[in-house]
């Protein structure tokens, strides 16, 4: 049993520190920026809501933490109120957010100035994952600093594995995102194809998806694609600011992104419709 904060208690966050309170058995203290959150989470769950990060972080063995992007980690963990002002020597913190590589490492080398490890932990598997406690981690930092934080991380997590130093766990959050984008347009186009041809879409999925068209993707989306729903799941604003980070990236390292880029851009066209809220899978409403 650890002494436990989570920072950030969003669609992600709400039930990932409820799992390190439930399955983990650990000691939880709560803080998110929009009070009522984390008077409701504790409610829920019990533990203790903290008025800032500082206020959460002190004293802890671990910081969880889980917000927007580059900007909201910063405005978290750094500056007077940021909860490494509070955390101690020895501790360690551990960041769900996906963000880019350079702020896992700025946030990497600030933490170790003040004798604390660092992870960056950036998470796949969606709203259901989190709630159902089966997230993918990937992880970058120091490998001791890892080997600590494992066992904690396991309480909502199914795979967790480091993968480099600081900045490796976002690395792979990019190449999750990149192998994403190509697929759900190629997915939309077939769906959509589907109905232009007259056929039963659901039928043809149910076949398809038993042979090498099969994706996680086409599983769990096809029939809400097919009926036209996007109210859920993951927002394609996070989206656009995953493969935003992707291309800058990628223009650094040289890696080639055509498609990437190109899925992004219809990306803009779905909030140009007003799905800046929908699901990914909503690149379909525009083909219709
Ligand atoms: P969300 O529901 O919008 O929640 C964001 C959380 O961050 C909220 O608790 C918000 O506080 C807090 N926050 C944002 N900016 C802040 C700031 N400047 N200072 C303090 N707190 C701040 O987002 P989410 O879906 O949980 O996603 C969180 C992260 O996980 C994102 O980086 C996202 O890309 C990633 N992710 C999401 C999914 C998914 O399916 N949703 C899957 C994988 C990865 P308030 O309540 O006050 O707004």
Not at 109 to 118: I, M, P, S, T, W
Not at 168 to 192: P, R
Not at 255 to 278: E, H, K, N
Request: hydrophobic share 45%.
């Amino acid at each position: 049993m650890a002494k436990v904060a989570f920072l950030g208690l969003g669609v992600m966050g709400y039930p990932m520190a409820g799992h390190l309170k439930a399955k983990g058995g650990h000691e939880v203290t709560v803080y998110n920026r929009t009070a009522a959150k984390a008077v409701a989470w504790v409610k829920q769950h019990g533990g203790r809501a903290a008025a800032t990060p500082r206020e959460a972080a002190a004293g802890q063995d671990f910081v969880f933490v889980c917000v927007g992007n580059d900007d909201d980690l910063r405005q978290v963990v750094l500056g007077a109120d940021g909860a490494l002002a509070g955390m101690v020597a020895g501790s360690i913190l551990v960041d769900h957010t996906t963000a880019s590589a350079d702020v896992a490492r700025e946030l990497h080398a600030a933490a170790g100035e003040a004798g604390v490890g660092f992870v960056d932990a950036p998470v796949s598997g969606g709203q259901a994952g989190a709630e159902n406690g089966v997230l993918t981690v990937m992880c970058g930092g120091d490998l001791s600093a890892y080997a600590r934080a494992e066992p904690v991380i396991a309480a909502f997590a199914r795979m967790c594995r480091l993968m480099g130093p600081a900045g490796s766990g976002q690395l792979t959050k990019m190449v999750n995102q990149i192998c994403i984008a190509g697929l759900v347009q190629a997915l939309s186009e077939g769906v959509a194809f589907g109905q232009k041809a007259g056929l039963d879409v659901e039928a043809v999925i149910e076949v398809i998806s038993k042979g090498a068209a099969q994706s996680w993707q086409m599983e769990n989306r096809y029939k809400t694609m097919n009926a036209g729903q996007f109210e859920f799941g993951f927002a394609v604003d996070w989206m656009r600011k995953d493969l935003s980070i992707c291309m800058a990236e990628a223009r650094r390292n040289g890696a080639r992104l055509p498609v990437t880029a190109l899925v992004d851009q219809f990306y803009s066209d779905v909030q140009a419709m007003g799905g800046s809220r929908w699901d990914t899978s909503s690149l379909v409403a525009r083909l219709k």
